[in-house]
């Protein structure tokens, strides 16, 4: 039964590559801009935000039947990182919560939701999005903060602290 799971063909194997590939970049070009914070080119993020707004108009949202586990989650990647486009990045959230696990992600859902509001100038709901402020990582603003770890276990996330925890391992630091 598992080899017949494993061996079941997604649908669009020529998107799941396109998608994978736009990640790769994305990825790439992000950690060297971390590394020395002046290479970043924002045409990476409008290139892929065209490419993947096409996609969505051919197929629907990139789901695991349709691309496959690693290409969905590129999709939410790709979708989060659509900061320049916010209304394009807000139907991929109402595409996304209108699939069902295990289609999507429940913490790629919490984790656009939280960027879609505050790019809107909304409080976050699930606490994901962060600024470094005075060498911290603080969250940005929460609603009902009392209950936050109620809602990211709903969807799948730790807590705010362990996140804050690990955001101090992923991402050092900036020089000042």
């Given at each position: 039964?598992?080899?017949?799971?494993?061996?079941?063909?997604?649908?669009?194997?020529?998107i799941?590559?396109?998608?994978?590939?736009?990640?790769?970049?994305?990825?790439k070009?992000?950690?060297?801009?971390?590394?020395?914070?002046?290479?970043?080119?924002?045409?990476?993020?409008?290139r892929?935000?065209?490419?993947?707004?096409?996609i969505?108009?051919?197929?629907?949202?990139?789901?695991?039947?349709?691309?496959?586990?690693?290409?969905?989650?590129?999709a939410w990647?790709?979708?989060?990182?659509?900061?320049?486009?916010?209304?394009?990045?807000?139907?991929c959230?109402?595409?996304?919560?209108?699939?069902?696990?295990?289609?999507?992600?429940?913490?790629?859902?919490?984790?656009?939701?939280?960027?879609?509001?505050?790019?809107?100038?909304?409080?976050?709901?699930?606490?994901?999005?962060?600024?470094?402020?005075?060498?911290?990582?603080?969250?940005?603003?929460?609603?009902?903060?009392?209950?936050?770890?109620?809602r990211?276990k709903?969807?799948?996330?730790?807590?705010?602290?362990?996140?804050?925890?690990?955001?101090?391992?992923?991402?050092?630091?900036?020089?000042?």
């Amino acid at each position: 039964m598992y080899c017949e799971l494993r061996m079941k063909r997604i649908m669009f194997q020529t998107i799941s590559q396109e998608i994978t590939a736009m990640v790769e970049l994305d990825q790439k070009a992000r950690a060297k801009n971390r590394r020395d914070g002046k290479t970043w080119d924002k045409r990476i993020d409008v290139r892929n935000t065209k490419r993947l707004s096409g996609i969505v108009r051919q197929i629907g949202w990139p789901t695991r039947s349709k691309v496959g586990k690693r290409a969905s989650h590129g999709a939410w990647l790709l979708a989060q990182h659509a900061d320049l486009d916010r209304h394009f990045q807000h139907s991929c959230l109402l595409y996304m919560r209108a699939e069902s696990p295990p289609e999507v992600e429940l913490r790629d859902v919490a984790h656009l939701e939280d960027r879609v509001r505050l790019g809107f100038g909304l409080s976050q709901v699930y606490g994901t999005q962060f600024d470094q402020v005075d060498g911290r990582h603080i969250p940005r603003p929460i609603g009902d903060p009392a209950n936050v770890n109620r809602r990211r276990k709903s969807m799948g996330l730790d807590t705010l602290r362990q996140n804050i925890a690990r955001m101090y391992r992923k991402y050092p630091m900036k020089n000042k």
